[in-house]
């Protein structure tokens, strides 16, 4: 095995030597299995091919654009309505009518597609599990090409799995929830498929390679004639929307199925794309099935977009919650515009999951999440995310009280109120206070979070919080604004300012207290040292990186060689 290498190479035509039977200008540099094999079809692989060549400059220069529109805003420009769409957010149009089968929504358990997780999830009792392939996933090539044979048998409903240690048999129960997939954000490469010599676009090899292998059964088995649906992340703009779109229609036309049978919500999850949320919208009309809040990455774009802003800086991570006057006219907004297009408003994900062992702490836990989600659907929303089975019922409890048996408020609760809602109420300053404990928990959350990341797992439990690739980022962001700015911390009077002595301390003293509390065993085995070190050069470096996993997925590539060795 080899850790990356450069992309400076070009496969043979069809070839069988990496063990995969590819298509022409197709070089796989993952582990062969048979197992993967059944996924990495030449046929399948051919989809994914034609998507990669035919869409691949539209989604370079889409992200070309969000490099300009960074390079605006760190010269203090703010990001707002624009105004040549104008028309899109004050013309009468409405979206594709929902689909029956995913007309109620109420409460749906999100989890990464790792087996045992899926049949639970789909056993779980809620109405939908979106199954991730993004923020809840590491996306090595072993956690991807399982997560794909695991989802093909979940549709096809022979998903099963045991557990020797505890003597379990999972399977899946009669009644299930709704499937969605949620494929990586357009800034991830698959570098273990290289296509015409460049890593493929992640996105594109999640979608084409589940899309291929099960679009016929779950149209018929759960979509009712409509499907598959999937989640849509991190998008900035609508002309990302409309490469999307794009991407259904080539696939509806490959699939020989109506136009429209492809559904997808989009999650506004970047601050950019709250003042794109009608055109966004607009752009995937016949294929939309709403929007949803996801708060964890709003947040942290939000310091994304204002790093260049000093006067713009976060307090405490604790504290940035929904009552926060951005965070409750994001959400108001949204409900405002999906209403007004028939389409659902999803509300977001309350980061508690249950606490086994303290039943004051779990009943507080409970406290919160139901509070979050009583929020969400007097304020509007159509539905929910919760992150843990165990969490569902609650859930269920809240939304059922306030809605009864309709199956969502799309119709009854229009919240023109929220027509008024402004840039400046979009972009208001969050209030509260920047502490020394704040930068601790930063530190150690996301050290401890990358460590789990870089061993395979993509979203964990810490300190009694639901963590994942959204939250570790505000955690980095935060820590890395608190430093560029020197920021003062307030609690103490001394009038401590975060500077990279102090940054350095801090460090040094998390790191021997996540070792206190993992156990020296687990702490010399587990990758907490490296972990470390990227967390700590991203936390320190001039220009803020991107993306935390954009760096850290360099470390999780492996390539195999192409021929076993005779010797
Ligand atoms: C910001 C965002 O993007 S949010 C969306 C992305 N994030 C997520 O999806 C996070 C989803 N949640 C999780 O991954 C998990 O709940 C965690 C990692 C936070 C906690 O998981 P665990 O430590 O396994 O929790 P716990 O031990 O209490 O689990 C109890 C049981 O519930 C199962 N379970 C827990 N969460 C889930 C889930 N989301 N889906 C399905 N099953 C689950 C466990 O597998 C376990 O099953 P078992 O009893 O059959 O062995
Ligand atoms: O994906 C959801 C989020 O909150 O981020
Ligand atoms: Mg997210």
Known sequence: ??????????????????????????????????????????????????????????????????????????????????????????????????????????????????????????????????ADFEDALSPSWENLMRGQVNLKDAVNGTISFTDNARNRVYKLNDHTAKLFVRPRGWHLPEAHILIDGEPATGCLVDFGLYFYHNYATFRKTQGEGFGPFFYLPKMENSREAKIWNSVFERAEKMASIEKGSIRATVLIETLPAVFQMDEILYELRDHSVGLNCGRWDYIFSYVKTFQGHPDRLLPDRVQVGMTQHFMKSYSDLLIRTCHRRGAHAMGG?????????????????FDLVRKDKLREVKAGHDGTWAAHPGLIQACMEVFTNTMGNSPNQIETVKRDDASNITEDDLLQRPRGVRTMEGLRLNTRVGIQYLAAWLTGAGSVPLYNLMEDAATAEISRVQNWQWLKYGVELDGDALGVRVNRELFGRVVDEEMAR?????????????????????????????????FLTLDAYNHIVIYHPKVQSKL
């Open 349 to 365: 994900m309350a980061a508690q999951i249950p606490i086994r062992d303290d039943p004051t702490a779990n009943e507080a836990a």
């Open 514 to 546: 996540i070792e206190l509390e993992v156990g020296k065993e687990k702490f010399k085995k587990g990758m907490y040292k490296e972990a470390c070190k990227i967390f700590t050069r991203q936390c320190t470096a001039l220009m803020l990186d991107d």
């Open 1 to 130: 095995m080899i850790g990356l290498g450069s992309y400076g190479y070009t496969a043979p035509a069809s070839s069988k030597i990496s063990g995969y039977d590819v298509p022409e200008g197709v070089d796989i540099r993952g582990r062969f299995d048979e197992e993967f094999a059944k996924i990495l079809t030449k046929d399948a692989l051919q989809f994914v091919v034609d998507l990669q060549r035919e869409f691949r400059n539209h989604i370079k220069y889409a992200m070309e654009c969000r490099k300009e529109a960074k390079r605006q805003y760190n010269e203090g420009a703010l990001p707002g309505f624009d105004p040549a769409t104008r028309y899109i957010r004050e013309g009468q149009w409405t979206c594709a009518p929902v689909p029956p089968s995913v007309a109620d929504r109420r409460v749906e358990i999100t989890g990464p597609v790792e087996r045992k997780m899926i049949i639970n999830a789909l056993n779980s009792g809620a109405k939908v599990f979106m």
